[in-house]
């Protein structure tokens, strides 16, 4: 059964654009309207499928759509929308403070990742209206549970801020008790308006990503030690914060006829397959071998679709 949103995320260089890419073409080509989303800063979403894609949505083929979200302009855009929306409610004494601020803001960390949220929510909005499923190619490991746990920091952060406005105001209208003009002024408050909308747009957030019947998240890794321990500290973190764990991808596994040149290699994989199975196998694992080269391109996609599409029987 797919849901509708599916992520794959994990350690860089395991190979999750790849598994993206083809989970995304093996739903398109069951009719599944399907957009598939790089979250990832070094998109490499675009050479796994062999076509151009950018910061606007495009066409791949019938049922199929991708986009890379572009971190920088979508950082921009959303420190435009909130000076567009500051200008209207400050007084006109502050409004150069205000931008310098936002640009000082801007170039802070954590800019990216809260503009690439704001984008993440309008696209989970969108599914069930104009595609079926989303499939999220996300960035590497760390990145993407920033991402994915925000809806829960910011909205502890934000109400902290409604209650400070809330006791703000409620002292301002004592205060205008014998002011009907200020009175007038008070009983709309723009910020509190704002803020409250923020809240429940987190909280639209939260309740999508903790959908376990619509949303899911698969790792995909290598048969190595340092991504074993990546995608252990990372179920772990995924769970606390109730986040649904699907199958588990192994990538890139050495064949038995790839000769005495990868024996030894072969050798440690087998021990460290038998410690994801130990790990990771209440949630089902998939395995997928190791290619001649890289997935380029619609066609060669299609030569690990039917694998890659294990993880929703699993």
Not at 34 to 44: E, F, G, K, M
Not at 277 to 282: A, N, Q, R, V
Not at 297 to 302: F, H, I, R, S
């Amino acid at each position: 059964m797919y849901r509708r949103y599916t992520f794959f995320g994990g350690k860089g260089g395991t190979g999750k654009t790849t598994c993206a890419a083809s989970y995304a073409l093996s739903l398109a080509r069951r009719g599944v309207r399907t957009l598939v989303v790089s979250t990832d800063p070094a998109h490499s979403l675009a050479d796994a499928i062999g076509s151009p894609i950018g910061s606007e949505v495009v066409e791949v083929e019938k049922n199929l759509w991708a986009l890379e979200i572009d971190a920088e302009l979508e950082a921009k855009k959303y420190m435009e929308s909130i000076q567009q929306q500051m200008l209207h409610i400050v007084s006109a004494a502050i409004v150069e403070e205000i931008k310098r601020q936002l640009r000082i803001a801007y170039l802070s960390p954590g800019a990216e990742e809260a503009a690439i949220f704001d984008r993440f929510i309008d696209l989970m909005e969108e599914a069930g209206d104009k595609y079926d499923v989303i499939v999220f190619d996300t960035a590497p490991t760390g990145h993407t549970l920033r991402l994915l746990t925000l809806p829960e920091v910011l909205e502890v952060w934000i109400d902290h801020l409604i209650k400070k406005r809330t006791k703000a105001m409620d002292l301002m209208r004592l205060a205008a008790r014998y002011e009907k003009e200020l009175q007038e002024k008070l009983k709309d408050d723009p910020i509190f308006n704002i803020l409250s909308r923020r809240r429940d747009r987190f909280q639209r957030a939260k309740d999508l990503l903790t959908d376990h019947d619509n949303a899911v998240f698969h790792f995909v890794l290598n048969a190595e030690k340092m991504p074993i321990l990546e995608t252990e500290r990372a179920i772990k973190l995924l769970k606390e914060f109730d986040i649904k764990v699907g199958s588990v991808v192994v990538n890139r596994i050495i064949p038995p006829e790839a000769g005495a040149f990868f024996e030894k290699r072969r050798e440690a994989q087998e021990g460290y397959l038998k410690t994801i199975d130990e790990k990771f196998g209440e949630y089902g694992i998939v395995r997928l071998p190791m290619l001649e080269s890289d997935i380029q391109g619609v066609e060669q996609l299609e030569s690990i679709s039917e694998s890659i599409k294990e993880v929703e029987e699993l």
